[in-house]
């Protein structure tokens, strides 16, 4: 049981490229969350899929796409990269019923955008 | 719309020494709420939570928090801090009404622990 896993673990863009990060989880969860980490900002949601075939705007969207390829995989998409993107980028997921709203993380992304 | 605020973005204690980590969310509501734990390098890990009943909540490696309702606070807590506790620690809040809300966290701004010898 891998939990939930991202690759990759580091990438270096120039500005304008374009670039996916890919998230999966193999926990049966049917909500999956992006979010970015920057110093002193906490974490902040980018996108969020409450159930598969379903997507919605977080806090900080702009820049970014998401596709939930299936129950498993969500997948974070920068078409063009932005200096102000370099952060770290961390896939959640959990099965959100009842009681159960505890989020499950992956271990990051750390991207830095030149 | 929810927020959490941490008091502190720096905590440093002596090892055996309490640890008191603060956190404040505000919400007309009562939400859910979390302690998360990041290691250097790595994902978050959840320490606790609280959702319903008994307000003092047990985590792992010794840690606990009590949701104060009237004072909308969830404070963290460990008698006597040990060296491995040395991370960046995150409150979290879930709003419980449903709708587009449902299942989303928001977080504070997270507390360093530094643990001295």
């Known amino acids: 049981n891998a939990g939930v896993t991202q690759t990759p673990k580091f990438q270096v863009l120039k500005t304008g490229q374009s670039m996916t990060l890919q998230c999966a989880q193999d926990?049966?969860?049917?909500?999956m969350y992006w979010y970015r980490q920057d110093p002193g900002m906490g974490l902040r949601l980018i996108y969020y899929?409450?159930?598969?075939?379903?997507?919605d705007k977080g806090e900080v969207p702009n820049g970014y796409n998401v596709s939930r390829l299936n129950k498993r995989e969500f997948s974070l998409r920068l078409e063009s990269a932005a200096p102000s993107q370099t952060s770290v980028y961390f896939c959640?997921?959990?099965?959100?019923?009842?009681?159960?709203?505890?989020?499950?993380f992956g271990p990051g992304t750390r991207l830095t955008v030149t | 719309a929810q927020s959490v605020t941490q008091l502190g973005s720096h905590v440093s204690v002596s090892e055996g020494a309490l640890v008191l980590l603060r956190c404040n969310y505000s919400?007309?509501?009562?939400?859910?709420l979390f302690w998360y734990v990041q290691y250097p390098n790595q994902g978050l890990q959840l320490l606790l939570k609280?959702?319903?009943?008994?307000?003092l909540v047990k985590g792992i490696n010794g840690f606990e928090a009590e949701f104060k309702k009237s004072e909308t606070s969830f404070h963290l807590t460990k008698p006597s801090a040990h060296m491995s506790d040395a991370a960046e620690y995150f409150c979290?809040?879930?709003?419980?009404?449903?709708?587009?809300?449902?299942?989303?966290?928001?977080f504070g701004q997270g507390t360093i622990l530094t643990v001295h010898p």
């Open positions: 959640a997921s959990s099965l959100v019923h009842l009681l159960t709203y505890e989020q499950y």
């Open positions: 926990m049966n969860h049917n909500s």
């Open positions: 899929s409450a159930s598969e075939g379903t997507t």
């Open positions: 919400s007309s509501v009562p939400p859910y």
């Open positions: 609280y959702t319903t009943g008994a307000t």
């Open positions: 979290a809040v879930s709003d419980k009404s449903g709708g587009t809300s449902y299942g989303k966290l928001t």
